[in-house]
């Protein structure tokens, strides 16, 4: 039969189709010429083929909601054969001119083009073509094969209605050509296709495409795709927003599918991102830019997962980190809580998914999943900056480091993997910042070995801080600090040196968080003459310890500095001198005020440490012991007496004089000048029987004296004043400290207070 039909407006016919349809063919004009041939066999299934051509014009359909569905101006399809009953379908060519699609998915998911047709509840279409078909030729497979198959100037209007915000791409100078179309098994199509996606986005791909079994390799190449457009994706997932980006990436994808691997897919190539830009959806501010981000060359697989980068490349970016008013880290809100929940959810429901079966061999001896494979040779920075701002305290504090860049060098979760580390940057454009080692940030073999270097750093700036802990603004200062952390099988070893220049603070802060610890003396005792302070503060302990923290131990650290400081003053003084808490006091013999040779040392040292420290001074307070002392000064002023008597007699004869105290009696000589003292005292004194006084042995007239010399509360104030007056003296007399600096002052009690193993005779110093 030899068919040509012209001008065949089918659309007007489609009322007659049967069973319901979502949709309206509102125009649709058709040509067709063709042959078909019928015969029938008497030993076997008959043949029916067609052959032909196919014009379809103004094509228009709209869906149910009437909306534009469909439309396409013109297409041209040729059949060289069709024959049903072999199940056969063979096209020489099909054109199909501007088509317009408009693809919808709903608020429930339901995509438009999948509900043309309804299905009739109780009911099961099944099309069948009458005959007397064989078995087996009925159950023959469909074979389709096209020589030609293509789509010129296509439109595809995407709109998705399902995320919290509706989703709109529109496809432009969509072009596919594919040759020699096959469902034949391990047939391969040759695939050509371009379109535009967006305002600037294209996309190319050129390749072979398998579809029994599903196979591809394809060169791909991508340009200006914007990202901006895909937001309401993940909007609902993350709290920052994409307000800018451009995706481009050229190379080859390869898949394949099979029954012993399942589907595996690679692509190799590059990934070029450009002027990428996002901002904080809680602050409205800018949270993460950068004007190229290029990876080079890039080899990605599925099935197994693996990266292989061969080099990474950040230029001019931008960072943003925030301490929220409730003390969290910006980045820990990044991901909505709702998604961080059903991500916890899926872990703890989900079984594990297809693995190798090294993989799975993996898993069954250690119980843990191997480490992901994802190797990098090389990251470059150049460009950046990381913005900081602290809302934790008020005022708040904001700073930036500047000018970062540097390398990360073969960066790899393996075990036996140490990415080298050398980063530099400068803190709000002058302060210098060096970072250099070697890390494996991976949990699972973390490895950190890296030293962070500062240089001159004002801490003015930090007087937010410095009110709300330490109670005092920073009128001014520098610092410099060199870090050093090592993590090897969990266990950090940090060694933190700390260096302060010339800092100084300023007005008192009231602040309810701010320490009562005396923060003035503890500065005034760790800064030298130089007007520096240098901390050592080594850290250890397991990482793996949710009560361990690096900061918390250093805070911890500088606490016990402050109340070393209220407490043992001398004793941290002294440990950077080589003495401790001995500097703190001065013993004297009962009785006596002048220094021994014991308390000369002590002083020296003290002295050292006073000119080492100039912004320190010292209070010194005499005190004494109520008894030992009271009878330590009779012998005293006993031995005075008999000194006395010598001296008067060195001056008659003229042999010079010297203080009374400095007079040197030969144990000789002492019962002399003894009895000469006895005699000038004025109280009764035994008499022999004729009346006279009684001479009596040494001791005895030691015993009388110390008897008959009063000694009063006074007089034990005097010599507490005395000592401290003499211990002052003596600082002084070095030179090294100026009087300004050293004062002696009335002590709230004459007896000290009581400390172990140390004397009430003697002068207690207070450092300020």
Same mark, same amino acid.
């Given at each position: 039969?030899?068919?040509?039909?012209?001008?065949?407006?089918?659309?007007r016919? !489609?009322v007659?189709a049967p069973?319901?349809m979502?949709?309206?063919?509102?125009?649709?004009? !058709?040509?067709?010429?063709?042959?078909?041939?019928?015969i029938?066999?008497?030993d076997?299934?008959?043949?029916?083929?067609?052959?032909?051509?196919?014009?379809?014009?103004?094509?228009?359909?709209?869906?149910?909601?009437?909306?534009?569905?469909?439309?396409?101006?013109?297409?041209e399809i040729?059949f060289?054969?069709?024959e049903?009953?072999?199940?056969?379908?063979?096209l020489?060519?099909?054109?199909?001119q501007?088509?317009?699609?408009?693809?919808?998915?709903?608020?429930?998911?339901?995509?438009?083009?999948?509900?043309?047709?309804?299905?009739?509840?109780?009911?099961?279409?099944?099309?069948?073509?009458?005959?007397s +078909?064989p078995?087996d030729?009925?159950?023959?497979?469909?074979t389709?094969v096209?020589?030609?198959?293509?789509?010129?100037?296509?439109?595809?209007?995407?709109?998705?209605?399902?995320p919290?915000?509706a989703?709109?791409?529109?496809?432009q100078k969509?072009?596919i050509?594919?040759?020699?179309?096959?469902?034949q098994?391990?047939?391969?199509?040759?695939?050509?296709?371009?379109?535009?996606?967006?305002?600037?986005?294209?996309?190319?791909?050129?390749?072979?495409?398998?579809?029994?079994p599903?196979?591809?390799?394809?060169?791909?190449d991508?340009?200006?795709?914007?990202?901006?457009a895909?937001?309401?994706?993940?909007?609902?997932?993350?709290?920052i927003?994409?307000?800018?980006?451009?995706?481009?990436?050229?190379?080859n994808?390869?898949?394949?599918?099979?029954?012993?691997?399942?589907?595996?897919?690679?692509?190799?190539g590059r990934?070029?991102?450009?002027?990428?830009?996002?901002?904080d959806k809680?602050?409205?501010?800018?949270?993460l830019t950068?004007?190229?981000?290029? !990876?080079?060359p890039?080899?990605?697989g599925?099935?197994?997962?693996?990266?292989?980068v061969?080099?990474?490349?950040?230029?001019?970016?931008?960072?943003?980190?925030f301490?929220n008013?409730d003390?969290t880290?910006?980045?820990?809100?990044? *991901?909505?809580?709702?998604?961080r929940?059903?991500?916890?959810?899926?872990?703890?429901?989900?079984?594990?998914?297809?693995?190798?079966? +090294?993989e799975t061999?993996?898993v069954?001896? &250690?119980?843990?999943?191997?480490?992901l494979?994802?190797?990098?040779?090389k990251?470059?920075?150049?460009g950046?900056?990381?913005?900081?701002?602290?809302?934790y305290?008020?005022?708040?504090?904001s700073?930036?480091?500047?000018?970062?860049?540097?390398?990360?060098?073969?960066?790899?979760?393996? #075990?036996?993997?140490?990415?080298?580390v050398?980063l530099?940057?400068?803190?709000?454009?002058?302060?210098?910042?060096?970072? &250099?080692g070697?890390?494996?940030?991976?949990k699972e073999?973390?490895?950190v070995d890296?030293?962070?270097?500062?240089?001159?750093?004002?801490?003015?700036?930090?007087?937010?801080?410095s009110?709300?802990?330490?109670?005092?603004?920073?009128?001014k200062?520098?610092?410099?600090?060199?870090?050093?952390y090592?993590?090897?099988d969990?266990?950090?070893?940090?060694?933190?040196?700390?260096?302060?220049?010339?800092?100084?603070?300023?007005?008192?802060v009231?602040?309810?968080?701010a320490?009562?610890l005396?923060?003035?003396?503890?500065i005034?005792?760790?800064?030298?003459?130089?007007?520096?302070?240098?901390?050592?503060l080594? *850290?250890t302990?397991?990482?793996?310890?949710?009560?361990?923290?690096?900061?918390?131990?250093?805070?911890?650290?500088? *606490?016990?500095?402050?109340?070393?400081?209220?407490?043992s003053p001398?004793?941290?003084?002294?440990?950077?001198?080589?003495?401790?808490?001995?500097l703190?006091?001065?013993?004297?013999?009962?009785?006596?005020?002048?220094?021994?040779?014991?308390?000369?040392?002590?002083?020296?040292?003290?002295v050292?440490a006073?000119e080492?420290r100039?912004s320190?001074r010292?209070?010194?307070?005499?005190h004494?012991?109520?008894?030992?002392? !009271?009878?330590?000064?009779?012998?005293?002023?006993?031995?005075?007496?008999?000194?006395?008597?010598?001296?008067?007699?060195l001056?008659?004869k003229k042999?010079?004089?010297?203080?009374?105290?400095?007079?040197?009696?030969?144990?000789?000589?002492?019962?002399?000048?003894?009895?000469?003292?006895?005699?000038?005292?004025?109280?009764?004194?035994? #008499?022999?029987?004729?009346?006279?006084?009684?001479?009596?042995?040494?001791?005895?007239?030691?015993?009388?004296?110390?008897?008959?010399?009063?000694?009063?509360?006074?007089?034990?104030r005097?010599?507490?004043?005395?000592?401290?007056?003499?211990?002052?003296?003596e600082?002084?007399r070095?030179?090294?400290?100026?009087?300004?600096?050293?004062?002696?002052v009335?002590?709230?009690?004459?007896?000290?207070?009581?400390k172990?193993?140390?004397?009430?005779?003697?002068?207690?110093?207070?450092?300020?």
């Amino acid at each position: 039969i030899d068919i040509d039909i012209k001008d065949f407006d089918f659309a007007r016919y !489609m009322v007659y189709a049967p069973g319901k349809m979502n949709f309206k063919v509102l125009s649709g004009a !058709m040509d067709l010429t063709g042959q078909v041939s019928y015969i029938q066999y008497k030993d076997r299934g008959p043949s029916l083929t067609a052959r032909g051509n196919i014009a379809v014009r103004n094509v228009n359909i709209e869906g149910d909601n009437k909306k534009s569905l469909f439309k396409m101006p013109s297409a041209e399809i040729g059949f060289t054969s069709f024959e049903p009953y072999a199940n056969s379908i063979h096209l020489g060519k099909a054109v199909f001119q501007a088509p317009e699609v408009m693809i919808r998915r709903g608020k429930d998911g339901a995509i438009n083009l999948l509900s043309l047709f309804p299905e009739e509840e109780g009911t099961h279409r099944k099309t069948k073509i009458k005959g007397s +078909t064989p078995k087996d030729e009925a159950s023959q497979p469909l074979t389709l094969v096209a020589d030609i198959f293509q789509v010129n100037e296509g439109k595809v209007f995407f709109e998705d209605l399902q995320p919290t915000e509706a989703v709109d791409v529109q496809v432009q100078k969509l072009a596919i050509k594919c040759e020699h179309v096959s469902l034949q098994k391990e047939s391969k199509i040759n695939v050509e296709l371009s379109l535009g996606l967006g305002k600037k986005g294209t996309l190319s791909t050129k390749g072979t495409v398998g579809v029994n079994p599903l196979s591809a390799n394809l060169a791909v190449d991508m340009k200006g795709i914007g990202l901006a457009a895909f937001q309401p994706y993940f909007a609902d997932k993350v709290n920052i927003y994409i307000s800018d980006g451009v995706l481009a990436a050229s190379g080859n994808l390869a898949a394949e599918s099979s029954n012993q691997k399942g589907f595996t897919a690679t692509y190799e190539g590059r990934i070029l991102m450009t002027n990428f830009s996002s901002h904080d959806k809680n602050t409205d501010e800018n949270f993460l830019t950068w004007k190229a981000l290029s !990876m080079n060359p890039v080899k990605i697989g599925y099935n197994p997962i693996y990266a292989r980068v061969g080099g990474v490349s950040l230029t001019d970016f931008y960072s943003a980190l925030f301490i929220n008013p409730d003390g969290t880290l910006s980045v820990s809100r990044i *991901v909505a809580e709702e998604a961080r929940q059903e991500a916890r959810e899926v872990a703890a429901s989900q079984k594990p998914g297809a693995k190798t079966i +090294t993989e799975t061999a993996n898993v069954k001896a &250690t119980g843990e999943a191997p480490p992901l494979d994802i190797e990098i040779d090389k990251i470059t920075l150049q460009g950046g900056t990381i913005a900081f701002t602290d809302r934790y305290i008020k005022p708040s504090y904001s700073a930036k480091l500047t000018e970062m860049g540097g390398r990360i060098s073969g960066l790899s979760p393996k #075990k036996d993997r140490r990415a080298e580390v050398e980063l530099r940057g400068k803190l709000d454009h002058y302060v210098p910042l060096e970072i &250099t080692g070697k890390i494996n940030p991976w949990k699972e073999n973390l490895y950190v070995d890296l030293v962070a270097k500062f240089r001159d750093l004002e801490l003015s700036p930090f007087t937010p801080y410095s009110g709300k802990y330490a109670g005092y603004t920073i009128e001014k200062g520098k610092l410099a600090f060199d870090v050093q952390y090592l993590i090897v099988d969990k266990k950090l070893d940090a060694k933190n040196v700390i260096f302060f220049d010339q800092l100084t603070l300023g007005d008192k802060v009231e602040s309810p968080s701010a320490t009562k610890l005396p923060v003035r003396l503890a500065i005034a005792l760790l800064k030298d003459r130089s007007g520096q302070i240098k901390l050592d503060l080594p *850290v250890t302990g397991n990482i793996d310890d949710p009560k361990f923290s690096v900061w918390g131990i250093i805070w911890k650290i500088v *606490v016990n500095l402050l109340t070393k400081a209220a407490t043992s003053p001398f004793a941290l003084l002294g440990s950077l001198f080589g003495s401790g808490e001995e500097l703190s006091y001065l013993e004297f013999d009962y009785g006596m005020a002048n220094l021994t040779e014991v308390n000369i040392k002590k002083i020296e040292t003290l002295v050292k440490a006073l000119e080492d420290r100039p912004s320190l001074r010292l209070d010194i307070e005499g005190h004494g012991d109520r008894e030992r002392d !009271m009878e330590g000064l009779k012998g005293y002023l006993v031995n005075r007496k008999v000194k006395a008597q010598k001296l008067k007699e060195l001056t008659k004869k003229k042999a010079g004089t010297v203080p009374v105290d400095d007079v040197q009696i030969e144990s000789a000589e002492y019962p002399k000048y003894l009895k000469m003292a006895y005699d000038a005292e004025k109280f009764p004194k035994p #008499k022999n029987i004729i009346g006279l006084a009684k001479g009596l042995p040494v001791p005895e007239m030691e015993k009388l004296m110390l008897t008959n010399t009063p000694v009063k509360d006074e007089d034990l104030r005097n010599l507490a004043s005395r000592r401290a007056a003499n211990a002052k003296d003596e600082i002084l007399r070095s030179g090294k400290v100026t009087p300004d600096r050293v004062f002696v002052v009335e002590p709230k009690s004459l007896t000290p207070e009581k400390k172990e193993k140390l004397k009430d005779s003697r002068v207690d110093f207070r450092l300020k």
